[in-house]
């Protein structure tokens, strides 16, 4: 019987050394947390994203609640620097002179997608409901980003390009169900910036009595 009582407190020992030599990551956090950390990412380090991370984003973007459980969405990864340099040629010349040009070019630029080597698409079968489903996925992926130490930035311009003359034979590249529209861009990468967060008017949420 006292053997077996060593045992055990031996065992319990061994357990609790193995908690504290193996301490929570700090990137570990509850979703309230990383809802309020998160940040958009304009600047990224030249490094390149890992294939099994884009993965795990975009599963956590389908588990997105969604209409009917339609799951209406087309999720395509872009990785590849060729392909993000070459849409940048194609986009550059149809915004020069614009704000959107000033806005966006400048020291340290690589490409159209925020200087990001990794580029998430998200398109919909059009519904009533599509822009909503799209929504929660993309803050789904954003999410499980911070969670994984990247950073993200939400797109709208790059859809713009895509679904013109110019930028046709990128958007016929990802390959989606007939159809199907692009809904936005998320450019996904390692930060090479911490922005201050910007302030939020807490005014605008009131209960009902």
Known sequence: MK???ITVILCATALVALRIAVPKSEKQSSVIE???ARRSIRQYQDKTV???KLEQIALAGIAAPNAMNRQAWAVRIVDSKEWIDACTAAYLPTIEGTPMAAHLLGDGFKNMFRNAPAVIFVAAQPSAYAGVDCGIMGQ???LAAYELGLGTCCLGSPVGFMNSEAG?????S???PEGYCLQF???VGYADETPEAKPRDESKI???E
């Not at 046709?168 to 016929?172: G, K």
């Open 140 to 142: 789904n992926m954003m």
């Open 34 to 36: 990383a809802i309020h």
């Open 174 to 176: 990802l390959s989606l």
């Open 185 to 187: 861009a998320i450019a």
């Open 168 to 172: 046709a034979q990128f958007l016929s």
């Open 3 to 5: 053997q077996i009582l």
């Open 206 to 208: 009131a209960f009902v």
């Open 50 to 52: 890992e294939r099994e």
